[in-house]
């Protein structure tokens, strides 16, 4: 095929001037990067390899293998198919070919330049020279928009375009994929300025305003800057269909789940007898559970792939079997409903159903700018809902905040104990909730507390007695002291039976894991969180104000859903139920997710209004 392309260059007349070839290896794998203007470039790469007596193995979008006959000669040529969405197997079969001796071409850009400058690489191809343990030779090409690219007429007769090509010296990946892909760029962009040098000294200055002519150079070309907007928008509409992917297919497995767990009760059914399966039927889970996993599961069916363009064939394919197992699953929900327990495992897989179909949900385009239309002025979360790192939150976290800070003013951090972060290394103003409620500091400053009675600790200690072994917390201040809170492994039910209405009246009592936490009447983290508004001076009656975005993960956030309020996947059913959206699990970094989101959604805004 090269042999044919260098015949067609000829008949049209192409100037070649290529250099490099000695930095082409001779025998043995490597990584070929090169840039991508235009469409011959896939023809023009193979040049200076053929030179070493070498061919080239591209990895090229899988579009281009499900053409009919082209698709034959692709995979005749040995050339990989990439899933633009997610190239993970794409990666191991160019590891396999690089390995295996072979030059693998990668256009690390991802798509055509419009700008024809270079635009941000992807570390694809650094991470499979590291992994083949093969070098990388950068190579560019100048001149190839003019015979073909995005957006304009083919010019393939006899035009005498000049056509530059170069090979750069190997490089020797690292292991830090972002910094090599960083330097690779560099030294590309750097040799493409070369060439437009050299192209000028031997052809002449570029003809102003031209379309094929960088805007740097005075041509028509939109900038980088312009481009590199436009394509990140690509992009992370790339990374939303991969992530609505994954999430369907996870879906899938958990509706199947229903079914299965449905049947394992439906088979359990004779030994109901017992005095113990006889209490389970009393506590029940209401039809309504159902019901809302019945109405969120049909929700993810109608609109999932609505505003889909790339990837919208392999969505409607998981869709496809989606439906399927959804009508299987509703079909013994309703026949089953009457044999779902509070605590079962069928009410833990309908709840996880539910949830992650609310997490596909919140992330669909119509939903996210009716949710994040602004940045908010707070954010308030537990601080388990954030990821940390040797201590710190996460750098992605930092990122993300400090990138929204000039909005993003105020953090409000919640624990269920003493604070276990101090988040100092993040620029907003901290506040912290702590003891679920009974303690408020602004920074290290004390705002408000809410300490348990003497007397109060004492009935409680009687009521539950020794063996309940309480976990007192004590505040010790100049400016307060007292128990501000107590932790026992006790449900509160269980707790509430044991100190009577009286008693238990004066407390708040909340689950937290398999325990609960007991502070006095007044704290809670509700009423924390309104005392943290008003000193901010933002209107706590202002329902679904989007200056505030709370977190919600443990049991009694369902206190602060009024708010912007986004729970994560792994919340109390009460919590999802009651939340605006949902977003991942914090160890899927859910929170990182949302504010990756409102970023995007500001950048959106601002290149409209431009």
């Known amino acids: 095929m090269v042999r044919a392309a260098k015949g067609v260059t000829v008949a049209q007349g192409l100037q070649m001037r290529v250099s490099g070839e000695e930095n082409i290896p001779a025998t043995g794998g490597?990584?070929?990067?090169?840039?991508?203007?235009?469409?011959?470039?896939?023809?023009?790469?193979?040049?200076?390899?053929?030179?070493?007596?070498?061919?080239?193995?591209?990895?090229?979008?899988?579009?281009?293998?499900a053409?009919?006959?082209?698709?034959f000669l692709m995979r005749l040529m040995g050339h990989i198919s990439v899933d633009r969405i997610d190239g993970s197997r794409s990666l191991q079969a160019?590891?396999?070919?690089?390995?295996a001796g072979e030059i693998v071409g990668v256009f690390a850009e991802g798509t055509i330049s419009r700008s024809f400058e270079i635009r941000a690489m992807r570390n694809g191809a650094v991470r499979i020279a590291f992994e083949a343990g093969v070098p990388v030779i950068p190579q560019v090409i100048f001149g190839s928009q003019r015979l073909w690219t995005k957006g304009h007429k083919r010019h393939l007769g006899r035009t005498n375009t000049p056509i530059l090509i170069h090979a750069l010296e190997p490089f020797y990946p690292t292991g830090d994929f972002e910094a090599d892909t960083t330097e690779i760029r560099r030294r590309m962009q750097a040799e493409l300025e070369k060439m437009w040098q050299e192209y000028e000294d031997e052809f002449g200055p570029m003809p102003a305003g031209e379309y094929w002519v960088p805007a740097r150079k005075g041509g028509g070309a939109p900038s980088l800057a312009q481009t590199e907007s436009q394509d990140k928008a690509i992009e992370s509409e790339r990374y939303r269909v991969r992530r609505l992917s994954d999430d369907l297919t996870g879906l899938k497995d958990r509706v199947r789940d229903i079914s299965l767990s449905l049947a394992d009760v439906t088979k359990s059914k004779i030994h109901m007898n017992s005095p113990a399966k006889k209490q389970d039927t009393e506590n029940a889970t209401p039809n309504d559970i159902t019901a809302w996993v019945h109405d969120n599961l049909n929700a993810v069916l109608e609109e999932a792939s609505r505003g889909l363009g790339?990837?919208?064939?392999?969505?409607?394919?998981?869709?496809?079997?989606?439906?399927?197992?959804?009508?299987?699953?509703?079909?013994?929900?309703?026949?089953?409903?009457?044999?779902?327990?509070?605590?079962?495992?069928?009410?833990?897989?309908?709840?996880?159903?539910?949830?992650?179909?609310?997490?596909?949900?919140?992330r669909l385009p119509n939903r996210v700018k009716a949710d994040y239309s602004q940045v908010p002025k707070v954010v308030i979360a537990d601080e388990e809902a954030f990821v940390y790192e040797d201590g710190a939150i996460s750098a992605r976290l930092r990122k993300l905040f400090a990138a929204l800070v000039d909005d993003l003013e105020h953090l409000v951090l919640v624990s269920e104990g003493a604070r276990s972060h101090r988040c100092d290394e993040l620029p907003q103003d901290l506040w912290f909730i702590e003891n679920n409620g009974a303690l408020i500091r602004h920074g290290e400053d004390i705002v408000d507390s809410h300490p348990?009675?003497?007397?109060?600790?004492?009935?409680?200690?009687?009521?539950?007695?020794?063996?309940?072994?309480?976990?007192?917390?004590?505040?010790?201040?100049?400016?307060?002291?007292?128990?501000?809170?107590?932790?026992?492994?006790?449900?509160?039910?269980?707790?509430?039976?044991?100190?009577?209405?009286?008693?238990?009246?004066e407390l708040s009592i909340t689950q937290y894991g398999e325990g609960s936490i007991i502070?006095?009447?007044?704290?809670?983290?509700?009423?924390?969180?309104?005392?943290?508004?008003?000193?901010?001076?933002?209107?706590?009656?202002?329902?679904?104000?989007?200056e505030v975005l709370a977190f919600l993960s443990q049991h009694g956030d369902e206190g602060l859903s009024w708010l912007n309020s986004v729970a994560l996947e792994s919340a109390p059913v009460?919590?999802?139920?009651?939340?605006?959206?949902?977003?991942?699990?914090?160890?899927?970094?859910?929170?990182a997710e949302v504010l990756d989101i409102i970023v995007r959604q500001r950048e959106l805004r601002a290149e409209e209004s431009n």
């Open 67 to 71: 053409k009919p006959g082209v698709g």
């Open 519 to 546: 502070t006095s009447h007044a704290a809670t983290r509700a009423n924390a969180a309104h005392t943290v508004l008003d000193a901010l001076g933002i209107d706590p009656a202002a329902e679904g104000s989007q």
């Open 452 to 505: 348990l009675a003497e007397e109060t600790v004492l009935a409680v200690e009687q009521a539950l007695g020794d063996e309940a072994g309480i976990d007192w917390q004590h505040l010790a201040s100049a400016d307060a002291a007292g128990v501000l809170s107590g932790s026992v492994e006790l449900l509160p039910e269980q707790i509430r039976e044991a100190l009577g209405d009286e008693l238990a009246e």
């Open 574 to 591: 009460e919590v999802l139920r009651d939340a605006r959206s949902v977003t991942y699990t914090a160890d899927k970094d859910g929170a």
């Open 310 to 362: 790339e990837g919208k064939e392999r969505i409607a394919e998981v869709l496809e079997q989606l439906k399927s197992d959804v009508a299987d699953a509703q079909e013994k929900l309703a026949a089953s409903s009457k044999e779902i327990y509070l605590g079962s495992r069928v009410e833990q897989v309908l709840v996880g159903a539910a949830a992650q179909s609310r997490v596909i949900m919140s």
């Open 30 to 65: 490597a990584v070929l990067v090169l840039n991508h203007t235009g469409y011959m470039d896939f023809v023009l790469g193979g040049f200076l390899p053929r030179l070493r007596h070498r061919l080239v193995r591209y990895l090229a979008k899988s579009e281009i293998f």
């Open 94 to 99: 160019a590891v396999d070919a690089a390995k």
